[in-house]
């Protein structure tokens, strides 16, 4: 399997974790579970899908360089793709969204903090929706090259 297919294919299944988690797990969660016992749940699977999101972006971001600086080396490319961009974007998103708002969330659930909890949540949901934005366009980005 050449390196960019199994890019496409681990964009693909990242994509896939994502609206997995967004649209069905933390839904059903809510829909099943005391408010509270759903919120640990969720905060669980979310902990867990911000360590393989670092995973996957700086797997792709090494693999991504690597067809960049082929690209520039045969004058057909930059060493900076767009791809790399889009991968630099879910990085933010997961770091920003895990490691700085996540943080804040339990602090104003606590009652500390300038912030309330539903404009935190608000944050880390937009946070969360855009780096899902990002990793799809990246997987149509990767697939789209395959096709070709």
């Known amino acids: 399997m050449t390196s960019a297919r199994f890019s496409a294919v681990l ?3 990242w994509a896939g974790v994502l609206l997995c ?3 069905m ?3 059903a969660a809510f829909a099943t579970l005391a408010s509270a016992d ?3 749940f969720v905060a669980r699977v979310l902990t867990q899908e911000a360590y393989a999101s670092l995973a996957l972006a700086l797997l792709l971001f090494a693999l991504e360089r690597g067809r960049s600086r082929q690209a520039a080396a045969s004058g057909s490319g930059s060493v900076f793709s767009a791809n790399m961009v889009l991968l630099l974007g879910t990085l933010f998103c997961t770091v920003a969204g895990h490691f700085a708002v996540q943080p804040m969330m ?10 309330s909890f539903g404009a935190l949540h608000a ?11 990002l990793v799809l366009a990246l ?6 090259r395959q096709a070709a």
């Open 11 to 13: 964009a693909g299944l």
């Open 21 to 23: 988690i967004g649209v």
């Open 25 to 27: 797990a933390a839904p």
């Open 38 to 40: 759903a919120g640990r």
């Open 106 to 115: 339990a602090a104003a659930r606590a009652g500390q903090g300038p912030w």
């Open 123 to 133: 944050v880390s949901g937009g946070l969360f929706a855009l780096k899902g934005l």
């Open 139 to 144: 997987t149509w980005r990767l697939s789209a």
